[in-house]
């Protein structure tokens, strides 16, 4: 007889987590199946080493760059076999909390094994047999690789093995320009490969302005990037060489960061009466797939925005639709994200052409420059920009910032579009100083001055002054 369970999640990542932890604080008996370790890419190949691998590039950019505050520094030299144990050391702290054994003590079971579905209420996981009143998968994504011709006859890395690497190249290759791709890309490049990044264009899914001061820091560290599509990669001796063009592009060690597809493969998801498509899973608002007693969240969703925030709320979602009464959405129009370069660039919302599609003349843009932000003067910070889409009445459409530390001032604007704030209630509360959030501050305050003097009510306030000077 299958074992049996009142919620069985596929995938023990971030998304898989959230909703195990929830079930079982809610006393369900709940499993979390997983193929490989728990944590997923967020805590082996993706949030955790990566953030960790950039905080040691930074130290040695900054080492290197001391001698403009007026401290003298040694010359820099990076071990890499250092650098990957700081990193391993900052995966195995995140770690320890998500262990078989720190799970099964907050009532959670992890099975490990290859999930496949028998039928749509049985699952089979290695040797054993389970089945449940209700699914959820959570599975993520892994690296999309493309068809370049040659691609596959040569050793290449991913994000999946790119952090086990105790090698710094003279010459790193990355193809891909993305958030992934720059964020690896400069991360080496401060560790002191020279690294050429190849693409169409620079983060081509961020607002333009956005290309612009990357494009400009990126060249000030070093990095080459060289626009256009690879064509062909072969191997001569120990070099690699790619084609871009007419140009033949040599390096160490090649890293392919040209996107993500959902991991669905082998789930039998057929069988189980899952629609599903090359793109991923099939839901509707609420997370349900075509089997309603399965639910699916995150990176595996068809369409989905493929950032870890995402699946951990996607997946909370998934299980309290799944264990309680009624329904909750799964989707939200709020999605902050952040890409840790440096300096970082976040966002939340629409961007400009998008907001100028949907409203119109009714759109305002206000850019804030980081000069005049004290916190970025006092660090010698200043390139980039707070950039805000909003409204006449100052509601926020959406927001990017490209700064030091973006990533903690965007969810001002996140919590102001969440709550149907406005620039003015951003621009009322008192902001510690200084800080980079006093440039939203300050951004706010301006547009809700101005539109306090404008027209009818401006002139009222003059009159006023006059009466009571």
Not at 124 to 147: Q, W, Y
Not at 231 to 239: K, L
Not at 330 to 359: C, K, M, N, Q, W
Request: proline share 4%; with cysteine.
């Amino acid at each position: 007889m299958p074992e049996s369970y009142d919620l069985l999640i596929i995938g023990a990542g971030s998304g898989g987590l959230t909703a195990a932890g929830f079930a079982a604080q809610l006393g369900a008996k709940v499993a979390l199946v997983e193929r490989e370790r728990v944590g997923g890419d967020c805590t082996w190949s993706g949030c955790v080493p990566s953030k960790a691998l950039r905080y040691a590039a930074r130290m040695a950019h900054q080492a290197r760059t001391a001698a403009r505050f007026g401290v003298a520094a040694a010359p820099v030299q990076v071990e890499m076999e250092g650098v990957r144990r700081y990193v391993r050391q900052a995966i195995a702290a995140v770690y320890r909390h998500e262990t078989p054994d720190a799970l099964a003590r907050a009532g959670i079971e992890v099975v490990f094994g290859a999930a496949q579905f028998v039928d749509a209420h049985t699952l089979r996981a290695g040797e054993r047999i389970l089945s449940a009143r209700k699914f959820l998968i959570a599975t993520g994504a892994r690296p999309h690789i493309p068809p370049i011709p040659g691609l596959e006859e040569v050793p290449f890395l991913t994000y999946l093995q790119i952090f086990d690497n105790t090698t710094l190249p003279n010459r790193l290759l990355v193809i891909g320009a993305g958030a992934v791709g720059v964020e690896l890309a400069h991360a080496y490049q401060r560790l002191g490969s020279q690294v050429m990044l190849v693409d169409e264009r620079l983060l081509p899914t961020e607002e333009p302005e956005v290309a612009g001061v990357m494009g400009r820091v990126l060249a000030q560290d070093g990095l080459q990037f060289v626009p256009g599509l690879v064509s062909a990669v072969r191997q001569e001796g120990a070099e690699i060489v790619i084609q871009v063009g007419e140009r033949a592009l040599r390096g160490d060690i090649l890293l392919v960061a040209t996107g993500r597809q959902p991991n669905i493969a082998g789930l039998g998801l057929d069988r189980a009466g899952v629609a599903h498509s090359p793109a991923g899973i099939l839901v509707d608002d609420y997370l349900r797939t075509s089997a309603r007693h399965i639910f699916a969240a995150g990176d595996c969703v068809a369409g989905n925005p493929q950032f870890t925030p995402v699946a951990g709320w996607q997946a909370f979602q998934a299980a309290r639709n799944a264990l309680l009464p009624g329904n909750s959405r799964g989707f939200s129009a709020v999605v902050p994200y952040t890409l840790f370069t440096d300096p970082e660039i976040a966002h939340v919302g629409l961007s400009e052409a998008e907001a100028r599609r949907r409203h119109g003349d009714g759109v305002r843009v206000t850019r804030w420059k980081l000069e005049r932000v004290d916190r970025a003067v006092t660090e010698d910070a200043c390139d980039g920009f707070i950039k805000v889409t909003h409204t006449t009445k100052g509601r926020v459409l959406g927001a990017t910032i490209v700064a030091d530390r973006a990533g903690e001032v965007i969810t001002e604007f996140a919590l102001a579009m969440r709550h149907n704030l406005t620039l003015r209630d951003i621009a009322s509360a008192i902001h510690a100083y200084p800080t980079y959030a006093t440039g939203a501050m300050r951004l706010a305050a301006d547009v809700a001055g101005r539109a306090a003097l404008d027209g009818f009510s401006g002139r009222v306030l003059r009159v006023l002054h006059r009466l009571f000077r």
